[in-house]
């Protein structure tokens, strides 16, 4: 299973993102499907989740600016971003719990690569 983010840039503040990330390989199901950011010096941090269902929530710090949202026939959770601040500056990894089937089901947490987004003033 591979989680491939894209959609990363240098924009100004104020401006807008959307990343995307897409998971493919041996999946039979998956969970919750979310972003997590980590800016320099900093640990890593949740920003938004969303369930299987399509069910969001969000960092305090991003509500009302990012939007979370998923394509299952895709097996794509997207990240709107809008009204950016230099703040928001981080990796951003997208992240899911997949479940699969060898033998057994079991689930996974699963992490893309990450993506740069940069805001400037």
């Known amino acids: 299973v591979q989680l491939q983010a894209s959609g990363g840039g240098l924009v100004q503040a104020g401006g807008s993102l959307r990343l995307s990330c897409a998971a493919s390989?041996?999946?039979?199901?998956?969970?919750?499907m979310g972003w997590y950011r980590q800016a320099p010096g900093k640990q890593r941090e949740l920003v938004a989740r969303?369930?299987?269902?399509?069910?969001?929530n969000y960092a305090d710090s991003v509500k009302g600016r990012f939007t979370i949202s998923r394509d299952n026939a895709k097996n794509t959770v997207y990240l709107q971003m809008n009204s950016l601040k230099p703040e928001d500056t981080a990796v951003y990894y997208c992240?899911?719990?997949?479940?699969?089937?060898?033998?057994?089901?079991?689930?996974?947490?699963?992490w893309g690569q990450g993506t740069l987004v940069t805001v400037s003033s």
């Open positions: 992240n899911a719990n997949i479940r699969r089937y060898s033998g057994d089901y079991v689930s996974y947490d699963y």
């Open positions: 969303i369930t299987s269902g399509g069910s969001p």
């Open positions: 390989g041996s999946i039979f199901s998956i969970n919750h």
